[in-house]
């Protein structure tokens, strides 16, 4: 019939282990399955932040910065080593999770995007043009920082019975991304952000000479382009701006060149995982939080590769409407040229989609283009109105 939905197998909500050791696990995991969720996913690394949660009696919330949230076995781990959260001394919540039966446990993990590592490992992160460090990116192509990568998925995928994992940040972050007070007061673009994010530093002028790309010439020539950009009193309109980057990478055979040599630095650390993994955990990649989607390539994530080395590829419909985040996933799905290996991730509430028509209508065509499933970001953020969207959107493809 016209009006049927097809299931979704994979009906997930995203969420932090200090929300879950609040409310308890038999709490949590009977509202998750009162929603029509069929799994958890949990943080296992993560980074800073200053979070709002409105269910909570202490609504403000800071964690540890750059820390994991499982116990770790350190001899998997070179140079760069997880920074456990003080949590896991006396509470092993991940273990706890994964002794119940009702609900699937996916972990989260953000991999390179760590500013507490990047500090105590800065010859490990991004160097831009200028020699600049960016330490709340550990670089992709930098062998220490793939070895950190490799042993937290191999890590907790081998100590905890769970599902699978979820990796976010494999590659390179946007300039305008991830560090405490970001402030500057020239105006921003797309040109001049993207050309501040390339990273230069040893590894990868290494690996791209190795490819036959001249990185001394152009580390040369972004650092001049920048800095005669920065010297004028020119500033450029947004939309200029996005045309003169495309022409730049379009004609410019070396920038094009390295750009997608990036593309095989983030797919092939994807891959070394995925060997490391075992065949009983799903792996999938979360390419990128850039709007929309296909601007993940920037980042060194190349939407066809990286589905192939993970197996899945769960994409953010972070978008203000219904009709923009079905574009997406459209354009996403032609892009891979179907939905196998593919899952989504909606936010059910401001800024995104805050209202329970747009949630349903969003998830309904989720199912309808034959995606593996949706999942929800993020449980302790969301309002007991918004959770209430997620039970109306799930009615009709939950089994």
Avoid at 361 to 384: K, M
Wanted: net charge negative.
């Amino acid at each position: 019939m016209a009006d049927e939905v097809p299931e979704l197998s994979w009906r997930s909500i995203y969420t932090y282990a200090w929300d879950l050791a609040e409310r308890g696990l038999e709490e949590s995991f009977d509202e998750f399955r009162g929603l029509g969720l069929n799994t958890v996913t949990v943080a296992g690394s993560y980074h800073a932040g200053k979070f709002l949660r409105p269910n909570s009696a202490s609504p403000v919330y800071f964690p540890e910065d750059g820390t994991i949230y499982f116990r770790h076995d350190q001899s998997r781990y070179g140079r760069i080593k997880p920074l456990p959260n003080s949590m896991t001394t006396s509470h092993d919540i991940l273990a706890e999770m994964c002794g119940r039966s009702e609900l699937a446990v996916n972990v989260w993990l953000v991999l390179l995007h760590n500013t507490a590592l990047g500090s105590r490992h800065p010859e490990d992160t991004v160097q831009n043009a200028f020699g600049d460090r960016y330490i709340y990116n550990l670089c992709p192509s930098s062998p220490h920082a793939r070895k950190y990568a490799r042993g937290l998925a191999a890590d907790v995928t081998a100590n905890y019975g769970i599902a699978g994992i979820s990796m976010e940040s494999p590659g390179y972050a946007p300039f305008l991304h991830g560090f405490h007070h970001e402030f500057n007061l020239v105006q921003s673009n797309r040109w001049l952000e993207n050309l501040l994010g390339l990273c230069f530093c040893q590894h990868c002028r290494a690996g791209a000479a190795a490819e036959g790309i001249d990185a001394g010439r152009l580390q040369s020539q972004v650092r001049n382009s920048i800095s005669s950009y920065l010297s004028s009193e020119i500033d450029y309109p947004p939309d200029m701006a996005e045309s003169f980057w495309l022409a730049d990478v379009a004609t410019d055979g070396e920038l094009a060149a390295f750009m997608a040599w990036r593309c095989s630095v983030v797919a092939s650390l994807v891959s070394e995982i995925r060997s490391l993994v075992p065949d009983s955990a799903a792996v999938a990649v979360i390419p990128s939080v850039a709007r929309p989607t296909a601007n993940a390539w920037y980042e060194g994530s190349d939407l066809p590769a990286l589905r192939k080395a993970a197996g899945t590829l769960e994409i953010c419909l972070y978008e203000p409407s219904s009709q923009r985040a079905i574009a997406d996933l459209a354009d996403v799905r032609r892009r891979l040229g179907g939905p196998e290996g593919l899952r989504c991730i909606v936010r059910p509430s401001a800024p995104d989609l805050n209202s329970a028509a747009e949630v349903k209508v969003v998830v309904d065509a989720i199912a309808r283009a034959g995606a593996e499933g949706v999942s929800f970001y993020n449980w302790g953020f969301l309002r007991r109105h918004n959770l209430r969207f997620v039970a109306e959107a799930l009615r009709k493809c939950a089994a």
